[in-house]
C-alpha cells in the first residue's frame, strides 16, 4: 500500500501565519520529499458551509484566496493534488453510511466538536452538518485512503474518531478502509501559534492575525502591537519567555541565519533569550527583529501571491482538474465501501444468481 497524505483547510478567509506554521509550511515540505505517492490538499468548502449556511457567498468567495495561498506557499499541483471538497459528491455519501457507525453520545464527548460549539455560541441550537463534522471528516480521509495525515494538536480527538469509525467498519464488513496515523508539527512553537493579543487561538474572528498576504507596513503594526510580558516595563526588568508572543512566534519562524543578518550581536536565539531574563534589553528590540524575521518568511510568499493573482482562470482550472481527479480516487472507495455492506445490488451476480434459484 503506498503512502499517502490527506489535509485541507475551510476557505473562511484568507490563510494566516498560524496556519503557515500549523500545516501549510510541512505540507511544502513533505511534498518536496518525495516520500508520498499521493498527496492530496482539501478546500473543505462543504465543511465551512455547515456554520456558515445563511452565508454562502463568504466562502464562495475564498476558495479562491485559499487557493492563492497554497500556490504562493509552494504547494505544486504537479505534486500535490489540490481539490474542491463540494465537488467530490461521494464524500457525502460515505458521510451517510458512517454516521450509523457513531452514536450521538461519542459526538457529544469530542472535545474539538465541544469547543467550536461552544466559540460560535451554538450551545443553543446546533446545526446537525456541524455536529457531525467528525464523521464528515472521516470519510474526506478515508476517501482517499489517506496513510497520514498532518494536523495540530487540536485536531487529534477528530482523527481519534476517525480512527474509531475505520475499525468500527472493518470490524462489521471486513477490511476496507484505511487506519491513518496523525503527524504532529515537529516544532512546539508551531502546534498552535497564538493570536499577537497573546490570546492562545489566532482566530479571523477575533482579528489577532498576521495573514500571508498582509503588506509588509501591516505586518509591522501587528508586530509592534504584540503581547509580550506584562511585567517587563523597564529595560532593565527581567523578563519572561513563558506566554510571551513575541518570543513564540520567534520559536517558531527565526532561522540561524537571521542573527547573522538582522542582529549580529547574538549568535542564536538562546542567546537573546538569556539576555531577555536577566534584564537589559527591551521589547522593541526583539520586535523589530521579530519584525524583520517575518518579512523575510512572507515577502516570497507575498510576491508568488501576486504572480498567481494575474491568472486567475488557471488557478481554477488546477481546481478543476484536481477535483475531477478526486473524484475518481473517492469513487473507487465508496465502490469498495458498497461492495463490503452488500448495497452493491446491481453488480453482485452471485446475489441476482441466487435470486433466480429463489423464485424457481
Given at each position: 500500500m503506498g503512502k499517502i497524505i490527506l489535509t485541507g483547510d475551510?476557505?473562511?478567509?484568507?490563510?494566516?501565519?498560524?496556519?503557515?506554521?500549523?500545516?501549510?509550511?510541512?505540507?511544502?515540505?513533505?511534498?518536496?520529499?518525495?516520500?508520498?505517492?499521493?498527496?492530496?490538499?482539501m478546500i473543505a468548502d462543504a465543511q465551512a458551509l455547515t456554520d456558515n449556511a445563511d452565508n454562502p457567498e463568504k466562502v464562495r468567495q475564498n476558495i479562491i484566496e485559499v487557493a492563492l495561498d497554497y500556490l504562493s506557499c509552494g504547494l505544486d499541483p504537479e505534486k500535490s493534488t489540490l481539490f474542491i471538497q463540494s465537488q467530490v459528491p461521494q464524500l457525502c455519501e460515505l458521510s451517510f453510511y458512517y454516521m450509523n457507525l457513531v452514536t450521538v453520545s461519542r459526538l457529544q464527548r469530542n472535545p474539538t466538536v465541544k469547543s467550536e460549539i461552544q466559540m460560535r455560541n451554538f450551545e443553543a441550537s446546533i446545526p446537525v452538518g456541524?455536529?457531525?463534522?467528525?464523521?464528515?471528516?472521516?470519510?474526506?480521509?478515508?476517501?482517499?485512503?489517506?496513510?497520514?495525515?498532518?494536523?495540530?494538536?487540536?485536531?487529534?480527538?477528530?482523527?481519534?474518531?476517525?480512527?474509531?469509525?475505520v475499525r468500527k467498519f472493518n470490524s462489521v464488513y471486513g477490511e476496507t478502509l484505511v487506519e491513518p496515523e496523525v503527524l504532529l508539527p515537529d516544532n512546539k512553537a508551531c502546534l498552535r501559534l497564538p493570536g499577537i493579543d497573546g490570546k492562545?487561538?489566532?482566530?479571523?474572528?477575533?482579528?489577532?492575525?498576521?495573514?500571508?498576504?498582509?503588506?509588509?507596513?501591516?505586518?509591522?503594526?501587528?508586530?509592534?502591537?504584540?503581547?509580550?510580558?506584562?511585567?517587563?516595563?523597564?529595560?532593565?526588568?527581567?523578563?519572561?519567555?513563558?506566554?510571551?508572543?513575541?518570543?513564540?512566534?520567534?520559536?517558531?519562524?527565526?532561522?540561524?541565519?537571521?542573527?547573522?543578518?538582522?542582529?549580529?550581536?547574538?549568535?542564536?536565539?538562546?542567546?537573546l533569550k538569556a539576555h531577555y531574563q536577566r534584564g537589559g534589553l527591551g521589547d522593541m528590540k526583539v520586535k523589530r527583529f521579530l519584525n524583520n524575521v517575518l518579512q523575510a518568511e512572507l515577502e516570497p510568499i507575498r510576491k508568488r501571491r501576486e504572480e498567481y493573482q494575474k491568472d486567475i482562470p488557471y488557478v481554477y482550472e488546477i481546481l478543476r482538474k484536481g477535483s475531477e481527479k478526486?473524484?475518481?480516487?473517492?469513487?473507487?472507495?465508496?465502490?469498495?465501501?458498497?461492495?463490503?455492506?452488500?448495497?452493491?445490488?446491481?453488480?453482485?451476480?452471485?446475489?441476482?444468481?441466487?435470486?433466480?434459484?429463489?423464485?424457481?
Open positions: 475551510r476557505p473562511t478567509g484568507k490563510l494566516h501565519v498560524g496556519h503557515y506554521v500549523g500545516s501549510l509550511r510541512r505540507r511544502v515540505e513533505l511534498q518536496n520529499t518525495g516520500d508520498f505517492d499521493e498527496i492530496y490538499i456541524f455536529f457531525t463534522y467528525p464523521i464528515s471528516q472521516a470519510a474526506d480521509i478515508t476517501a482517499f485512503k489517506a496513510t497520514t495525515v498532518p494536523v495540530g494538536d487540536d485536531q487529534l480527538p477528530m482523527l481519534e474518531q476517525t480512527k474509531e469509525i492562545a487561538k489566532m482566530s479571523k474572528s477575533l482579528g489577532n492575525c498576521i495573514y500571508l498576504s498582509e503588506e509588509p507596513e501591516e505586518i509591522k503594526k501587528k508586530v509592534f502591537s504584540m503581547f509580550t510580558d506584562p511585567t517587563h516595563i523597564r529595560i532593565e526588568d527581567p523578563g519572561k519567555l513563558e506566554g510571551n508572543t513575541v518570543f513564540t512566534y520567534l520559536d517558531a519562524f527565526c532561522r540561524p541565519e537571521y542573527f547573522a543578518e538582522f542582529l549580529p550581536e547574538y549568535a542564536n536565539l538562546d542567546e478526486a473524484e475518481r480516487v473517492a469513487a473507487q472507495t465508496l465502490k469498495d465501501v458498497k461492495t463490503a455492506m452488500k448495497i452493491n445490488y446491481f453488480e453482485d451476480e452471485e446475489l441476482i444468481q441466487s435470486q433466480v434459484e429463489r423464485f424457481k
